[in-house]
């Protein structure tokens, strides 16, 4: 769960209230917490990452742990499964395993609907999967000759694992190294592709591909078997910021393009790569996903305004909100209740998903909030290395 990280902002904005808009819960802190997580050593980091099994009533969490050798303390990783009213760990399964090390990552883990977690450990070059009992279903090495170090694991709908690692950075030669498993861990297709990893959906991965300056701009578009499936071009003369793609739900991709000084657009593509619409904003806006639909925060006009693949849904400004200097970007997501989590950075909101009214605000309480379900929140602080559940009132 990283934010994506660019120079977006060197000013501070207030923002002010519209009349009408139900006056929300706010929490300057929050209430005793019903349980909280923690590593078993002060230094053993937490990561920011959460995944809800449907039906279950268990939270995993991707948590380090201190492990000591004959010589040395090592801090691989594990997945705690935790009951989510109680706080009850149900199992704690970890990677360490001889012959493999002592395995951690930052990236995040891959998961399954049905609980089966997938785990890449780039430096170590191991893939895992475990299943919804915390059993080892299979692992494997996989040697640096066939991925470089800084590949990512993406599960996609269909089941299939995809390993993605830019292999070669040389300007004017990017390309872009691909290993796919299926869920038995088979290997499936070992490529090598030209241009550089822009976004991978449920089901696509597009590629940038790298062109002269001043030529058109276009990305390729492939299959979970990395077979091409579309090319896209954009118009000419037009600037593409690939830094801000962004997917809907349904596979649709977003991009921010600049067609002309002090305009932005952006473009619709399906995933069969027709456009299906193209939008002006401001040139100061910030799209960013929120499940099937995506939010605009528009620094000029001080709105944030939800949109759907029809058009505007509903806007609205907010209120004494000062959005901090720095290079952070506000994020969103779909609740596991189907309301909106908006992190925008000095305040965070449950909105409800159709008319974007305020549930609950929360300021300076110093923690990332993971999920929201029903007056539950789950956060993750990382000063105090936790991840804890509170009731709200």
Known sequence: MKKKIISFITATLVFANVAGVIAAKNYDSLPQAVWTQTANADYIPIQEESFFVPGKETLYLHVGEERASETKVWSPDTVRAVDTKTGKVKWVFSFAKAGYGWPSTEDPFAYAPDGTIYAYFSSEGLLYSVSPEGKENWSKRIGQELLPYGGKLYRMGDGTLIIAAQKSMKAGAETVQFLSFDKSGKQKVSKVVSGKLNIVTKNQIAIEVVTKEGDTQKVNVYNSSIQRSFQYIFPKATYVNFYTTFALDDGTF??????????????????????????????????????????????????????????????????????????????????????????????????????????????????????????????????????SKYVLK
């Open 254 to 387: 977003i991009f921010s393009v600049i067609p002309k000084p002090k305009t932005q657009k952006l473009i619709a593509v399906s995933p069969k790569g027709i456009t299906t619409w193209g939008r002006t904003i401001d040139q100061f806006g910030f799209a960013f996903k929120a499940g099937s639909e995506y939010l605009v925060f528009n620094t000029q006009n001080k709105k944030i305004s939800l949109y759907n693949q029809k058009g505007l849904v509903k806007e609205r400004v907010l209120t004494n909100l000062i959005f901090p200097e720095g290079d952070s970007l506000p994020t969103a997501s779909k609740t596991v209740d189907g309301k909106l989590l908006v992190n925008l950075l000095s305040k965070q909101y449950i909105f409800d998903a159709n008319t974007l009214s305020t549930i609950h605000e929360f300021s300076q309480i110093k923690g990332t909030i993971l999920d929201y379900w029903q007056n539950n929140i789950i956060v993750y602080s990382w000063q105090e290395n936790r991840i």
